[in-house]
């Protein structure tokens, strides 16, 4: 199966023709093995045919480590459905929220904000695990392959409930830093150290008022985030990305953390988030969400 990267996709709803995505239509993708009973450690392999969860975890810090072998890479996604919303509905708010009208992508995510939480989760290719941890409290959750909605005619991902049981006891673990999700009056954007320790864990916040994701992908050395700006607004300039995939935490909902740690390839690496914004329908990088850090 391929499916665009995120990157192709948002500049598809940017309506700027940088790159022609190649879309090809994908299998169906199922569940290879029925879904196993775990502990507040959850392996996750994501395959163009699925992926299994366990059945239920304890309420506290649950650690998604999460990997892939599919160079085009995987998208886990967790939320929480709001009272008297079904999987359909947010399945119907997704499809809108991923159109490459800016229009109809705005309505999307506004309705997705107002019919799920969303937890977060892990963006995956085969160069490293990312280790996602996610506060959850008791309650269903479901997790689906977020990337299956980028693969035209196919049909929507398959959902899989995780209940969460028991007060929530824990404490937060120990982190080396702090990246926040925030708004300004020049538009959303991330606040973070200019240097990332590899391997280090970082506290993922949402201290904004939309929904958004935070995506690592590579530039080339000396890349600034000026070159990012004029790139992604203009569509001119060399481009600075030095790879086509990228990983990182999926989105989470106003109010939310997750805390992530992995172990990608040194150096400078642009930080993104493509989540449309709830007005215009521009995925937020396009609106200044970018920002050039170190990872030493
Ligand atoms: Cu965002």
Same mark, same amino acid.
């Given at each position: ?61 649950? !650690?998604?480590? #999460?990997?892939? +072998?599919?160079?085009?890479? %995987?998208? *886990?996604?967790?939320? @929480?459905?709001?009272? /008297?919303? $079904? ?113 280090? !864990?970082?506290? #993922?916040?949402? +201290?904004?008022?939309?929904? %958004?994701? *935070?995506?690592?992908? @590579?530039?080339?050395? /000396?890349? $600034? ?72």
């Amino acid at each position: 199966m391929l499916r665009p990267t995120k990157l192709a996709a948002a500049i598809t709803t940017a309506a700027v023709a940088l790159v022609g995505p190649a879309l090809v239509a994908g299998p169906v993708a199922q569940a290879a093995t029925p879904d196993k009973p775990h502990g507040r450690t959850v392996t996750v392999d994501m395959t163009n045919k699925g992926f299994t969860l366990p059945r239920e975890v304890r309420a506290g810090f649950v !650690t998604f480590e #999460v990997s892939t +072998k599919d160079a085009n890479g %995987h998208d *886990l996604q967790g939320v @929480r459905l709001h009272k /008297g919303v $079904t999987q359909a509905q947010l399945i119907a708010d997704i499809r809108l929220a991923v159109s490459p009208d800016p229009k109809t992508a705005a309505k999307g995510i506004r309705q997705v904000q107002r019919d799920a939480t969303l937890v977060g989760g892990a963006a995956v290719e085969p160069s490293t695990v990312v280790d996602d941890t996610i506060p959850l409290c008791a309650g269903t959750y479901w997790f689906f392959d977020f990337g299956q909605f980028f693969v035209p005619n196919a049909p929507p991902p398959v959902f899989h409930r995780l209940d969460v049981k028991g007060p929530f006891r824990d404490w937060l673990p120990k982190v080396d830093g702090e990246i926040d999700q925030v708004d300004t009056k020049a538009g959303p954007r991330f606040v973070s150290p200019d240097k990332l320790m590899d391997g280090g !864990t970082y506290l #993922v916040r949402n +201290k904004a008022p939309e929904i %958004h994701e *935070l995506m690592f992908q @590579r530039v080339k050395p /000396g890349t $600034t985030n000026r070159d990012l700006t004029v790139f992604l607004t203009t569509g001119k300039g060399q481009n600075p990305f030095a790879e086509a995939v990228s990983r990182g935490l999926a989105a989470q909902s106003p109010g939310r953390f997750q805390l992530l740690s992995f172990h990608p390839k040194k150096g400078s690496y642009a930080l993104l988030c493509f989540i449309p914004d709830d007005k215009s329908g521009i995925p937020h990088a396009f609106l200044g969400m970018h920002k050039v850090v170190k990872l030493t």
